[in-house]
């Protein structure tokens, strides 16, 4: 199992800034990619960037350029830098990670930190 814990969330002015962080524990050999989601009220929960074992990065489009992905290894820390940010960006954002043990996939969620964008 993998245990996530997130932080970084909170209320911030449209054109702010802020950083998400993940702390992974636990089975992390098994992690295979890490990344992170969001769910607005109302709306189904979207991909917002994540990272392979590999390195490989995918962004969705409505953050590229703005929002950046990064990990420390070191720390088991996913990191989300969240710059330009529009009202709706708003929603709460999720900590995940896929691993695949013997063909099964496993997925890990964090419990959730709320980001509102708002004057």
């Known amino acids: 199992q993998v245990q996530l814990v997130e932080s970084g969330g909170g209320l911030v002015q449209p054109g702010g800034s802020l950083r998400l962080s993940c702390a992974a524990s636990g089975s992390i050999f098994s992690i295979n990619v890490i990344g992170w989601y969001r769910q607005a009220a109302g709306k189904q929960r979207e991909l917002v960037a994540d990272?392979?074992?590999?390195?490989?990065?995918k962004y969705a489009d409505s953050v590229k350029g703005r929002f950046t992905i990064s990990r420390d290894n070191a720390k088991n820390t996913v990191y989300l830098q969240m710059n330009s940010l529009k009202p709706e960006d708003t929603a709460v954002y999720y900590c995940?990670?896929?691993?695949?043990?013997?063909?099964?996939?496993?997925?890990?969620w964090g419990q959730g930190t709320q980001v509102t964008v708002s004057s």
């Open positions: 990272i392979t074992s590999g390195g490989t990065i």
């Open positions: 995940n990670t896929v691993s695949h043990i013997l063909g099964l996939r496993y997925d890990y």
